[in-house]
């Protein structure tokens, strides 16, 4: 695995783990974005060579830190939009553009790609449609979305609003979070529960902030829509595949199923849903081997 570092803007650059397969392959580039608190990490059990789930013998794979998160860099000062939806997936299709441009990282994308998205990153991904150059797009091989955040606006009750505020505030308030809201203890090893810690606490301030503060009530969806309805090319022939979590409490699959499957569907898109039996919100930590098999679908 190797560390590569793309410079966006002057005050923004985003750190990508990437794998190659150790064998010829006719594989689609993953990219894997993480969840709000996660970084690239959080794909760990799908990227790393050892791992019983990990597809990095027939995938290529870039996990991405979103701005703000693990080794990637963001502003340090925020007008209600540096660490946005719709700025993040423009951070997105600026790293696809220079992947694609760049001698040394061009033939990862010899077979197209494949978005992976959770939670928070999910609703990036959808947002990322929007921005990408048509050529890229049709690159495109599918979408896999897991616990996914809705693309319309998500509105909070004032409880839960102020105690997502504060989740990533110290060690004690993380594994408060991640044993009674994210994920089910029987579920995580204890390097998950570290790894998840140290990834939530090392989040600049802005970016644990923008999140519950305006990136959840960013309404995108007229964009994705307009991603799916334009045209066929662009829109019917790119095929959606959503995980829900039976037990998650932060994006519940009647939800999911209603805001983002039925949306998707309604915009045109052709979608697969499926439900992961006792688990709640951290899909990837939780159960990578149903991750792995509906991106092996595509």
Not at 111 to 133: C, D, E, N, Q, R
Not at 216 to 229: L, N, P, T
Request: aromatic letters at 8%; a negative charge; one cysteine or more.
């Amino acid at each position: 695995m190797s560390s590569l570092f793309l410079s966006i803007s002057q005050d923004t650059t985003l750190h990508l783990h990437i794998t190659e397969p150790r064998k010829d392959s006719s594989k689609p580039l993953l990219i894997f974005l993480h969840y709000w608190g996660g970084s690239s990490l959080t794909w760990y059990k799908l990227t790393s060579v050892g791992s019983s789930s990990s597809l990095t013998s027939d995938y290529p794979t870039a996990s991405m830190d979103l701005r703000g998160w693990g080794k990637s860099t963001g502003p340090g000062q925020d007008n209600g939009r540096a660490y946005s939806i719709t700025t993040m997936a423009g951070d997105i299709a600026s790293a696809i553009v220079q992947l694609y441009q760049d001698a040394d990282t061009k033939t990862l994308l010899d077979h197209g790609f494949i978005l992976v998205g959770h939670s928070m990153g999910a609703k990036v991904a959808l947002a990322a449609l929007y921005t990408l150059p048509a050529h890229l797009l049709q690159e495109l091989k599918g979408i896999l979305l897991v616990a996914p955040a809705p693309p319309a606006a998500l509105v909070l009750p004032p409880e839960m609003k102020k105690q997502q505020k504060t989740a990533y505030d110290s060690e004690a308030s993380v594994r408060w979070i991640l044993a009674n809201v994210l994920a089910e203890g029987r579920n995580l090893t204890e390097t998950d529960t570290q790894n998840v810690v140290r990834d939530s606490l090392s989040g600049n301030a802005l970016a644990k902030a923008a999140w519950p503060t305006y990136g959840m009530a960013e309404d995108v969806s007229e964009d994705v829509k307009h991603v799916f309805q334009s045209s066929p090319a662009r829109g019917v022939s790119i095929h959606v595949r959503v995980l829900a979590g039976e037990l998650d409490i932060v994006e519940p699959r009647e939800r999911v199923e209603k805001e983002v499957c039925q949306f998707l569907r309604d915009a045109g898109a052709r979608v697969s849903f499926r439900i992961v039996p006792g688990v709640k919100h951290l899909i990837p930590l939780e159960s990578p081997g149903d991750v792995y098999e509906e991106i092996t679908i595509f």
